[in-house]
């Protein structure tokens, strides 16, 4: 592994690993750098949608881009930022192959003081051919977590 | 085994069970779906569970888990209240959130706006305590089987 990448992938490992619903689909980090980061969903016969075709649900998709695209935020902000999801966009290219996992790609593209701009797809073999591309905006709440209830803001996990 | 499943996806849509339908979609039984009508409505519910949690510390629901609900529903609410052969394959979804998910039962409702011959489109609600407070809305787009053409004579 690059050298450089060691601070954002070790920090990027410990909040997927304080994300309970992540660690129920076995989420894993695959790669991380300023920039972007992908992430791995295992197959599981758990997270099939369609039993006729074996074809895995939507939804567990979604939480895969969905994390991918809140976590990118730690790539690009110095320290960190809760960075709830404002809203999420999922186009399905096709579907994905049954008992093969799915790599999540994301990164942000714009930064604002307020709002973070994100986009990433979703692929199995082939980058080329992604199975969904997603675009996703986060809110900023900053580092004091404003509004996020009471957890204190050093040790706050976002949601993501 | 598939012939088992297929019957029972086909005995399922055909008499509106949704019970059963979700029974046979182990997504559906990971996050922990459930359906009941009220009234002409469809009125689904995802039980709190602790396996569904993102930030553990709000504790709040996962945003993909409450995303995942939702498309679930449209998908089970276009199978029941339209009688559409086949499943409905996902074209789009988009999603605002609106609200963070507490940790307590979420329900969601679902209107188709438009069904075409090959299209149909689906609007979202999830809320939790209170309907008119919702934490989530969304719409998604699906592919739907073509019903048969009727013969010309």
Redesign the interface.
């Known amino acids: 592994m690059d050298m450089a990448e060691d601070p954002v992938f070790e920090r990027a490992t410990r909040f997927l690993s ?5 660690q ?1 689909l076995g989420l894993k980090l695959h790669s991380a750098s300023g920039d972007g980061l992908t992430l791995v969903l295992p197959f599981s ?8 075709t074996g074809i ?5 998709l ?6 991918a695209c ?1 976590m990118s935020t730690l790539c690009v902000l110095p320290q960190f930022e809760v960075c ?9 290219m096709h ?1 994905a192959e049954p008992h093969k996992d799915v790599y999540g790609f994301a990164q942000c593209y714009r930064v604002t003081p307020d709002v973070i701009f994100t986009r990433g797809f979703a692929y199995q073999d082939d980058p080329e051919q992604p199975i969904a591309h997603v675009v996703g905006t986060f809110m900023r709440l900053g580092q004091h977590a404003r509004g ?2 009471k ?1 204190s803001p050093i ?6 | 085994m ?1 012939d088992t ?2 019957e029972q ?1 086909r005995r399922a849509c055909e008499q509106g069970d949704y019970a059963l339908l979700l029974a ?4 559906a ?3 922990g779906v459930e359906c009941a009508r009220q009234g002409d409505d469809l009125v689904f519910r995802l039980p709190a569970n ?9 504790p ?6 409450i ?3 939702m ?2 529903a449209a998908a089970v609410h276009l199978l029941i209240a339209t009688g559409t052969p086949g ?1 409905p ?9 609106l609200r ?1 998910g507490q940790f307590r039962d979420t329900y969601a409702k679902c209107q188709v706006w438009r069904q075409g011959r090959r299209v149909a489109n689906v609007a979202i609600t999830a809320w939790q305590d209170v309907e008119a407070e919702p934490i989530a809305t969304a719409r998604a787009h699906f592919k739907i089987q073509e019903p048969p053409k009727p013969d010309r004579p």
């Open positions: 304080a994300l309970r619903h992540c129920v016969p758990q997270i099939v949608g369609n039993p006729l895995i649900h939507g939804g567990a979604t939480s895969l881009m969905d994390t809140g709830p999801t404002l809203d999420l966009r999922i186009d399905y579907a996020m209830g957890a040790t706050t996990v976002g949601q993501p | 598939t499943i297929q996806l046979s979609i182990p997504y039984q990971l996050i602790k396996d569904n949690i993102g930030n553990p510390l709000l709040a629901i996962h945003g993909g888990v995303a995942g609900f498309e679930l499943v394959k996902i074209i789009d979804f988009s999603l605002d959130y963070t």
